[in-house]
């Protein structure tokens, strides 16, 4: 008989390298947008139109999970189109986004992330793993609470600060859900915070560059699910940045699931977080 073992003591990394592989060998037998395009007919738990890619992508990750499991591990999933998967613990979650940036990877646009992050609690907040893999630059993102971050086996320097130009604006700023009319309302805020806007399509991936110093900060304009954020935010604040989810009652407070619950906003300093969390959203 298998011994129950916490989840917490697993080797993380290297489950989420091994999905990683199977991901890459998956994108790569489906390299065109029609083969990509193909959707499954069904809504995810977050609410998108299921592609088959992102079905195929949840099975090669859910079975890295199963494995663990056979060996003892004891734990909660929580993935963007499966909802709960429950194996044994709902104290450790385990947040899966198999591809968070689904629309750039049926067109094949290079940002497409996935997304894993475990979790002893059930906010923000409660994150204790985080890991991000790129596949357009290939580039791999992960972080464990209070012990730093790394991309590409190099740890991120936390003392890397922001960028502003000659009149005080953000020399760039990322933006997620930036869907025209969206963007259309906070333009204004956008103006005065920013000198030139990124939107690069994925809230994990855009998370990663505000990690790096490569974005001064970061903004979703619409309300972001748990699923896209988990990792990607302990991996900004383990590299000395700060991130918050203004809609709810404290900054880390948003919940580990794939509901849509707030705006989450990123940045290298306490005065430009606060400036973000003022730009106004629908």
């Known amino acids: 008989m298998t011994s129950t073992r916490s989840a917490l003591d697993a080797d993380w990394l290297e489950v989420c390298r091994r999905a990683v592989v199977g991901l890459e060998e998956m994108l790569a037998d489906s390299p ?15 609410g998108d139109r299921t592609l088959v890619i992102d079905r195929q992508a949840e099975r ?15 734990f909660l999933a ?19 986004d198999p591809i968070d940036g689904s629309l750039n990877a049926k067109r094949g ?50 003392e890397v600060p922001e960028r502003r130009g000659s009149d005080g604006r953000l020399e760039v700023l990322g933006i997620e859900s930036a869907d025209p009319r969206w963007v259309a309302k906070s333009i204004d805020a956008l103006v005065d915070s920013a000198y030139r806007l990124r939107a690069i399509g994925t809230i994990a991936a855009s998370l990663c ?17 748990g699923v896209d954020a988990a990792a990607g935010q302990l991996i900004v604040r383990e590299s000395g940045g700060l991130v918050s989810f203004p809609s709810c009652p ?25 400036q973000l969390e003022a730009i106004p959203r629908t």
Not at 81 to 96: F, N
Not at 115 to 137: H, K, L, N
Not at 250 to 273: G, I, K, M, Q, Y
Request: charged share 25%; hydrophobic share 40%; no cysteine.
């Open 109 to 158: 646009i290079p940002h497409h992330a996935l997304s894993i992050a475990v979790a002893d609690g059930a906010t923000m907040a409660d994150v204790e793993f985080a890991f991000v893999y790129d596949f357009g630059p290939h580039e791999e993102w992960w972080a464990r609470r209070g012990e730093g971050a790394w991309l590409n086996q190099r740890r991120i320097d936390p």
């Open 60 to 74: 090669l990750v859910i079975s890295q999970l199963e494995q663990l499991s056979q060996e003892g591990y004891r």
């Open 250 to 274: 404290d900054p880390l407070a948003a919940p580990l699931d794939a509901a849509p619950a707030s705006p989450v906003v990123a940045a290298r300093s306490a005065d430009t977080l606060q």
């Open 78 to 96: 929580i993935s963007e189109e499966r909802g709960e998967v429950d194996y044994g613990d709902d104290q450790v979650r385990v947040i899966i």
């Open 32 to 46: 065109t947008t029609a083969e990509r395009a193909v959707e499954t007919g069904t809504r995810g738990e977050g």
């Open 209 to 225: 560059q505000v990690a790096a110093a490569r974005f001064d900060g970061m903004v979703s304009l619409r309300r972001s699910r």
